[in-house]
């Protein structure tokens, strides 16, 4: 059995880098979820995938005023989560582009 031995370069970890922020940046832009409250004209946002890690809190009265929170564990965990999602796929197509070089 041939042990498997994929070297991690600096190209490798700057496309991770890229991809974790790329991943984090699009559950921020194309997931929300929109949540009423028990007091009409008050509704809270809540951005981020699969950890909604961005609260914001809407009152449409006359004037529409919003209040932001960060959740730092949720973001913290999504950025986790994308970077190990990012290195598997930079492993794999490394590994991938050797095993064809090699046949």
Known sequence: MQ???LPLTLKDLVYVVILTAVFTFFSFILFVRVEPTQIEGIYVFLYGLP???LRTEAHVSIWFVSESQILW???VSDIILYFLLSLTLVLTIS???TKFRQA
């Open 3 to 5: 042990r498997l031995y």
């Open 51 to 53: 950890f909604p890690w």
């Open 73 to 75: 564990a949720a973001l």
């Open 95 to 97: 590994w991938l582009a």
